[in-house]
């Protein structure tokens, strides 16, 4: 089967065939064009570096980019849909265009629609698809695949005391139910992912219970991405302040991950990424 973003034996763009579900693993790439992101901020936040770093992305054998102009990290302030396009649609056009699979992490509808014009094909929206009305519509109307996420409340307050009953079922019901509303809508099972959120409003605890029972996410029946890359769980449990310097421990979880259903793996190092799966795979 065709991972996704690889090219065809032509080496022109293979189209996007769903989220893969068992079988290859796909690696998502994560270009910030922000100043603000909690490990890679301001590393590039101009155009012309963010597509440069895209293109390394590419190189070091990215599946797809996910391309963002609004961090979404605990404390972050919101920026209008319009400085998000600014950031974002110059960087998707150029990296469309050079035929990556491009995937936008936006929750702004009127972003969502002005990326797909400019060559993305994947929504990433870490409100699953709650935080614009339109949205839900957008994503069925263009025919995009989309990321559904879980998040209680929002960027700036998501870190106060979260607190859940049993928080993989809690969050299993979320997900759940916001798949069924995609599908009501018209969006075909392939072309949905669903994320439990690692580090949006969930204490470590949280975290590592559902990393640890994400095979019970492959009841819905579609795509499992998991983002833990550099997150500050790793901080906290290992002892390293320096997100750069969490390499190691995303590794530990990205695979952790990998062997309990995640086939799609969003990562900041695409290079150590692919190395591991690799080895993961021979064994």
């Not at 012309?48 to 390394?56: N, S, T």
């Not at 957008?138 to 307050?157: F, W």
């Not at 916001?178 to 949905?192: D, F, M, Q, S, T």
Request: overall charge negative; glycine content about 10%; some cysteine.
């Amino acid at each position: 089967m065709t991972a996704l973003g690889q090219k065809d034996h032509q080496g022109s763009p293979a189209s996007v065939r769903g989220f893969l579900i068992g079988g290859d693993v796909s690696i998502m790439g994560i270009v910030n064009v922000t100043p603000d992101s909690f490990s890679d901020g301001g590393d590039h936040a101009t155009a012309e570096a963010a597509i440069a770093h895209g293109r390394k992305l590419l190189g070091q054998g990215a599946h797809c980019l996910d391309i963002g102009g609004e961090s979404t990290r605990p404390g972050a302030a919101p920026v209008t849909p319009t400085e998000e396009q600014r950031r974002i649609l110059p960087v998707i056009e150029a990296l469309a265009a050079d035929g990556a699979v491009v995937s936008v992490d936006t929750r702004n509808a009127s972003t969502m629609v002005a990326a797909m014009k400019a060559g993305a094909t994947i929504i990433n929206d870490v409100t699953a698809l709650e935080h614009d009305a339109e949205s839900l519509n957008t994503v069925a109307e263009t025919g995009a695949h989309v990321v559904l996420m879980h998040m209680k409340g929002n960027p700036r307050n998501m870190q106060d005391r979260p607190a859940y009953d049993d928080v993989v079922e809690e969050v299993y019901a979320y997900l759940e139910n916001r798949v069924a509303l995609c599908r009501e809508a018209g969006i075909p099972l392939a072309k949905i992912a669903v994320d439990p959120g690692i580090g949006f409003a969930k204490t470590d605890e949280h975290n590592l219970a559902l990393i640890g029972n994400l095979v019970r996410f492959k009841n819905l029946g579609c795509g499992i991405l998991l983002g833990v890359s550099r997150k500050s769980m790793i901080g906290r449990i290992a002892g390293e302040s320096d997100p750069k310097a969490r390499l190691a421990g995303s590794l530990a979880l990205a695979l952790a991950g990998v062997e309990r259903g995640a086939n799609v793996l969003r990562v900041h190092d695409v290079a150590e990424t692919r190395q591991a799966l690799a080895l993961w795979s021979a064994l």
